[in-house]
């Protein structure tokens, strides 16, 4: 359902206890169904060795799944614009646990590319883009915290899915490591989905206690989502080089798939950190000025895993990388709900997570393919920091634009 303006001073359910209740479950949802954007990245060496094929083509699963990804937030924030968040999302989970279980059957790289893409990836839009569109419609004071809070739930299962995944996989392989995550999201993920069935609170209206008005910019609706997506697009080619390949490039200097899951989630762990302190900030001083923080360090950390490439100084650039890039992506729903219609957020927020998944999937690939032509990952790590230096370029003049309708407005 969605918020829209209302005579009374406030709706019961924004800011209340449940809405808490509600981000909780959320956050245990996203967690746990996280596992769809980071279980390929943990078997990608094992998957590339049985199937028998390069870098570039190993990277495609990952790539087909954040196109998968990106498709479903669009569709899903549509459909919970219109009936809610617990159908589509339940609908989304049985696909989610079903694709795990037919993907450890598959016999071939396209095969698993296909399951991959179509039904773990949309499967796992339901707990992103579509998620963080429904909890902002129960928060108004501290919605920048609860975005970025119930976002964070994706980081969480970084942290934890990575750990606990090499040791399944060592033991008893990664088809069986496949089938018994799939058993886990179905168990789990379907009751929890059943506790969110309550719709949408109506918004508070302008003026009243709570409030938070659509700010003016001087930007069409239409102008904005162009930049939002080229940003967006822009500072996940970038995310996703150390996110997808860290393991591999652990691989490639003799470290081992475990030291390089450890990077990952000391990665992602920080990201929660990083996106829990940018909801904060971004509710003192914006989700604009938010962004660009993250995005000029996150350029600086990429430029740090160039020269630095020991075992300690690789745990330590993983760390800070993910304490620079975790509040990014929530930032963009923040920016969505300052200047945009809360009644479109399900679609607006879909169409610009949309874009930063193709980020992610571009970059995943972009990086084993420059790889394979260089034989290192120096030139991929270039290549993020040129794209994130556009994501920079789009989102100043965002900034430019709101503080001209600001001044305009004093």
């Known amino acids: 359902?969605?918020?829209?303006?209302?005579?009374?001073?406030?709706?019961?359910?924004?800011?209340s206890a449940y809405a808490w209740l509600r981000l909780g479950i959320s956050m245990l949802l996203a967690t746990i169904g996280g596992v769809g954007m980071w279980a390929v990245v943990v078997v990608l060496p094992a998957m590339q060795a049985e199937f028998g094929v390069d870098r570039a083509a190993a990277s495609m699963p990952y790539t087909a799944t954040m196109a998968g990804f990106a498709v479903g937030n669009v569709l899903v924030?549509?459909?919970i614009d219109r009936i809610g968040y617990w159908i589509p999302a339940l609908i989304a989970s049985v696909m989610l646990g079903t694709g795990f279980l037919l993907a450890s059957l598959t016999t071939s790289i396209l095969q698993f590319t296909l399951v991959q893409g179509l039904l773990i990836g949309v499967g796992t839009s339901a707990i992103f883009g579509p998620l963080i569109a429904d909890i902002s419609h129960?928060?108004?004071?501290?919605?920048?915290?609860?975005?970025?809070?119930a976002a964070a739930g994706s980081y969480l299962a970084g942290v934890i899915w990575p750990l606990a995944m090499p040791y399944v996989i060592q033991s008893e392989g990664w088809r069986f490591t496949y089938a018994a995550i799939g058993v886990v999201c179905l168990a789990t993920m379907l009751p929890l989905i059943m506790l969110l069935r309550r719709g949408a609170p109506h918004a508070a209206?302008?003026?009243?206690?709570?409030?938070?008005?659509?700010?003016?910019?001087?930007?069409?609706?239409?102008?904005?989502q162009v930049l939002l997506v080229?940003?967006?697009?822009?500072?996940?080619?970038?995310?996703?080089?150390?996110?997808?390949h860290i393991v591999a490039y652990c691989m490639d200097l003799g470290?081992?798939?475990?030291?390089?899951?450890?990077?990952l989630s000391i990665m992602m762990a920080a990201g929660v950190v990083s996106r829990l302190a940018s909801g904060f900030l971004a509710d003192r001083i914006g989700g604009v000025k938010t962004l660009l923080i993250g995005s000029v360090l996150q350029a600086l950390s990429l430029l740090f895993y160039i020269p630095f490439d020991g075992l300690a100084s690789l745990y330590v650039v993983s760390l800070v990388f993910g304490l620079s890039q975790g509040g990014i992506v929530p930032c963009y729903a923040i920016?969505?709900?300052?200047y945009m219609p809360a009644k479109e957020a399900g679609q607006r927020v879909g169409i610009v997570i949309m874009a930063t998944i193709f980020g992610m999937a571009i970059g995943g690939w972009m990086s084993g393919w420059i790889y394979d032509l260089t034989g290192s990952y120096a030139a991929a790590f270039l290549n993020g920091i040129a794209w994130n230096l556009l994501n920079i370029a789009a989102m100043?003049?965002?900034?430019?634009?709101?503080?001209?309708?600001?001044?305009?407005m004093a």
């Open 1 to 15: 359902m969605t918020t829209t303006a209302s005579s009374r001073p406030s709706s019961p359910g924004i800011d």
């Open 77 to 79: 924030g549509r459909a």
């Open 138 to 149: 129960w928060f108004n004071r501290r919605r920048g915290v609860a975005v970025t809070a």
């Open 205 to 224: 209206a302008p003026g009243s206690p709570g409030s938070r008005p659509v700010q003016p910019i001087t930007l069409s609706p239409a102008a904005l």
């Open 230 to 244: 080229v940003a967006g697009l822009g500072c996940c080619v970038a995310m996703s080089m150390p996110q997808v």
């Open 255 to 263: 470290y081992g798939v475990a030291r390089g899951a450890d990077m």
């Open 335 to 338: 920016i969505v709900r300052e």
């Open 396 to 408: 100043v003049l965002v900034l430019w634009k709101a503080r001209r309708s600001a001044a305009a």
